[in-house]
């Protein structure tokens, strides 16, 4: 039997260190979130981290670089010859020839006062209608053209408002309707291509104005116009550009050919106006080109930064300069700390071990497989919310409920070992998690406060009473760290701090008596709050035992306060030995008759027996 005791202790032993050692992996993975948890870096946007180099460090100057190559592709194009980027477009003097041709024939036509004959494009279409509808408004054209109910828009559109011949309306709609779906469409696109004609020639007619006939007629127009079409053709090969004035295109002409009169020299300019275009274009391939082999040229410019240069702060945006130069340095993820984290686990691991021996050799407390799990959810449990604070934003860390782990391991273990704890995980949060000493010192005081506010607790009142004291004590003693290391300080921000400061320590009491009844029936452990439960008189048990049986009710009670009296004289737990010993006799509820202390006055069942082995 001792054998087989002492064998299952070695192996409750070693799971408890196991359990311990992977309970210290995971606190060290989430009070270490800063070491591998490394938000990016974006440009122009807040940095999450502080960046400061670490030693001197040569880079490539990004900004630098590209401001020197725009200035670069600038003057590429500003020093450029223009007969790199610049060229003729043929189509367009093609054009603008065509254009000359038709300027020609119409200004033939006016002189000879004889209107251009336009052939029957249909022989179902008279040449009434067909005039008509080719001077159409343009509006009522298209309508016509796109109309899906040919016969409606005839007959019940406006197209005839301004024809009075009633006679005239009736022909041209039976002449149109007379035509197929496919004659009808042919006829339609060749208008179309007519009236575009039609409009060609009365801009040019515009443009020419109503003297240039006048003048023309007087002079040898054949000739003026073989002159015109050499004058064209000199102008379109040399190349028109785009913006060039009319005057500085005249000055041209008179330059090119200085031998024409003032009357010839009029009546060309005036063709050349109505007919001729710019036709110089720029070539954006041989831009482009001219661009990136001057931008090619300009070599990436280097820069030295020297050892602690801020490349990013914390809470304030990344200049882009500075963004392209951890680019360059591949820091806007940084790696994993490793180094730190192992350091972490190594220290965790030995204060770990430190708490086993003291759990092992302490004459107060014994060893149990439970308390030693307990010791992992707590501190993990806590460590999962300030990682998740932390990620959130560390500016946010007031909140974390460290004073939690005071109430939990106060209320299950001892004092000693929540104070232990809790100042290991104190530690590190200064340490790992970016907060500085005085931005744990208030919550470590919080929790020590938290430890001696309820040491003592025995109705879950007490600790709702205790979370007001708690949160003033935090923000007393933040305020008092403001005024000793902050120099330069803003009240609104004192005062959203503060207010963090007091709901993480009310968040504490408030998750400590949430999770309280799970830890109890989870882990089986007994709280002095669980006990003050089982000592109500309003227990099922209790009232059964004192209706069953009232005298053995009445000597436990005795008994019970009794023993509370020797627990107080002797330091140690009242209320378990209270609560057992009003249990005690809870076993003579089965026959309180036999018992003496629930006679009451009657026979004694014992005397009936006669037998002391019975009895007994």
């Not at 063709?271 to 070539?283: M, V």
């Not at 299950?412 to 530690?427: D, E, K, L, Q, R």
């Not at 023993?563 to 009003?582: F, K, P, Q, T």
Request: charged letters at 20%; hydrophobic letters at 45%; one cysteine or more.
């Amino acid at each position: 039997m001792n054998s087989y005791s002492g064998k299952s202790k070695f192996y409750r032993s070693i799971l408890a260190v196991l359990v311990l050692l992977i309970g210290s992996s995971l606190i060290t993975a989430l009070l270490s979130i800063r070491s591998w948890y490394k938000p990016a870096i974006y440009l122009r946007q807040i940095s999450p981290v502080t960046v400061i180099l670490n030693k001197d460090t040569l880079v490539i100057d990004k900004v630098g670089t590209d401001e020197a190559r725009e200035k670069a592709r600038l003057n590429a194009i500003k020093n450029s010859d223009n007969n790199e980027i610049l060229e003729v477009d043929n189509q367009a003097k093609a054009k603008d020839l065509e254009k000359l041709k038709l300027a020609v024939h119409i200004v033939r036509h006016s002189i000879s006062e004889t209107p251009a004959y336009i052939p029957p494009i249909n022989s179902n279409i008279s040449l009434d209608t067909q005039d008509f509808l080719l001077h159409l408004n343009y509006d009522k054209f298209q309508q016509l053209l796109l109309s899906s109910d040919f016969e409606k828009e005839l007959t019940e559109s406006d197209f005839f408002d301004f024809v009075l011949d009633e006679g005239f309306r009736k022909a041209v709609s039976k002449e149109l309707l007379s035509l197929s779906e496919l004659e009808r469409k042919q006829f339609f696109e060749s208008l179309q291509s007519i009236r575009k004609q039609l409009d060609e020639e009365e801009k040019i007619k515009k443009t020419l104005g109503k003297n240039f006939i006048a003048t023309i007629k007087n002079s040898d127009y054949e000739l003026i116009f073989k002159k015109t079409f050499v004058v064209q053709k000199l102008l379109l090969d040399l190349g028109i550009v785009t913006g060039l004035s009319r005057e500085k295109l005249h000055e041209n002409i008179q330059i090119l050919f200085p031998n024409l009169s003032s009357t010839e020299l009029y009546l060309i300019q005036k063709l050349i106006d109505a007919t001729t275009s710019p036709n110089i274009q720029i070539n954006w391939d041989k831009v482009h080109k001219l661009e990136q082999d001057a931008m090619h040229l300009v070599k990436p410019i280097e820069v030295k930064l020297r050892k602690g240069s801020l490349l990013a702060e914390k809470g304030n945006i990344v200049p882009a300069r500075n963004f392209y130069y951890l680019e360059n340095l591949h820091m806007l993820h940084a790696d994993i700390d490793w180094k730190e984290i192992r350091s972490n686990y190594y220290i965790l691991c030995f204060l770990v071990l430190s708490i086993l021996i003291y759990i092992f050799v302490s004459r107060f407390r014994k060893y149990s497989l439970r308390h030693c799990i307990l010791f992992l959810v707590v501190p993990a449990t806590v460590s999962v919310i300030i990682a998740a604070i932390a990620l959130w934003g560390v500016d946010k860390l007031a909140l974390a409920p460290v004073a939690m782990i005071s109430i939990l391991l106060t209320i299950f273990y001892s004092p000693v070992m929540a104070g232990v704890i809790v100042t290991i995980i104190c530690f590190f949060l200064a340490k790992t998690v970016d907060m500085n000493f005085w931005q744990v010192l208030p919550q470590f005081v919080g929790s020590i406060v938290a430890i001696y506010m309820v040491r003592k607790a025995h109705q879950r009142e007490d600790l709702t009473k205790a979370a007001t004291q708690i949160a003033i004590v935090q923000v007393i003693v933040f305020l008092i760290t403001v005024v000793i290391a902050v120099e330069n300080f803003k009240v609104p921000t004192v005062l959203i701090v503060a207010s963090l400061y007091a709901i993480g320590a009310i968040g504490s009491v408030l998750l400590s008596i949430a999770v309280l009844p799970y830890l109890e029936s989870s882990l089986k452990l007994i709280t002095p709050f669980k006990l003050a439960e089982l000592s109500n008189s309003s227990q099922p048990l209790l009232k059964r035992l004192k209706e069953e049986a009232p005298g053995t009710y009445e000597h436990s009670l005795h008994v019970s306060r009794f023993s509370e009296e020797a627990c107080l004289a002797l330091g140690i737990n009242y209320d378990l030995a209270r609560v057992g010993i009003l249990y005690h006799d809870i076993g003579k509820m089965h026959s309180p008759e036999h018992f003496i202390e629930n006679s009451m006055g009657k026979a004694n069942p014992h005397v009936e027996l006669n037998d002391p082995l019975k009895s007994a």
